[in-house]
């Protein structure tokens, strides 16, 4: 049987440990499904880019922002039509990337694109998810990969886990502890697209 592969694009800005989680499962073939791999930093001294070259083999490519978005996003599109990451056939994981896409760009890949956060959305958004649930006091807080849409953070949510807050804990700890379950949960969630079992169904992602 004939089935058409997902190229995937992982796009970093720093260290890439869920970059890392998830090319590690790929050489180990616990996601199948996956063609072309490339990951893209916007950040030239990001250290997964270095990671997915040396340790991965996989193809790397660095497109610097500027102020002007436009020249960013055409760029992009132009890198990832190199390696055949459509619109039809491609996958898009944000990995700690940290610059915002513009609404034509994610609506040309729309419900192909997932990020992964550190809290269990909608709850702190943004920058240091983790300290703002130390501060706010919460007893459980989480992680969460979700499709991305127009806004920061947000889109239709996919899968979350949730990471019980310990009194000891500080910044540090807490952060380690979720990113463990971070990279267990985008793992799960991009075989769940690889076998096309994800729907969208307004701003529920519903399996099938
Ligand atoms: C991760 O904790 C990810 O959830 C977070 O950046 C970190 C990147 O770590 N992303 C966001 O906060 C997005 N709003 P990594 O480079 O080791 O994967």
């Not at 096309?196 to 992602?205: D, G, I, S, T």
Request: aromatic share 6%; charged share 20%.
């Amino acid at each position: 049987m004939f089935v058409e592969l997902i190229n995937l694009a992982i796009m970093i800005s720093g260290r890439g440990s869920n970059m890392k989680a998830i090319l590690e499962s790929i050489k180990r073939g616990n996601v199948a499904g996956i063609g072309n791999v490339l990951v893209i930093s916007n950040k030239q001294d990001a250290l997964g880019l270095e990671i997915a070259e040396n340790e991965y083999g996989v193809k790397t490519t660095t497109l610097l922002s500027n102020k002007n978005d436009k020249p960013f996003e055409s760029r992009l599109i132009n890198e990832l039509k190199k390696d055949n990451i459509g619109p039809h056939n491609g996958l898009i994981c944000l990995a700690g990337f940290m610059k915002i896409l513009s609404p034509s760009f994610v609506e040309l890949y729309k419900h192909r694109i997932m990020n992964v956060h550190p809290s269990l959305l909608p709850s702190f958004k943004g920058l240091h998810a983790q300290k703002q649930a130390l501060l706010a006091g919460v007893k459980v807080t989480g992680c969460t990969v979700h499709f991305v849409d127009n806004g920061v953070d947000t889109g239709p949510i996919i899968l979350q886990h949730p990471v019980r807050v310990y009194d000891n804990d500080d910044e540090l700890s807490l952060s380690e502890r979720i990113l463990l379950k971070e990279h267990e949960i985008y793992i799960k969630a991009i075989k769940l697209f690889t076998q096309k079992q994800l729907l969208v169904v307004e701003n529920r992602v519903i399996q099938i």
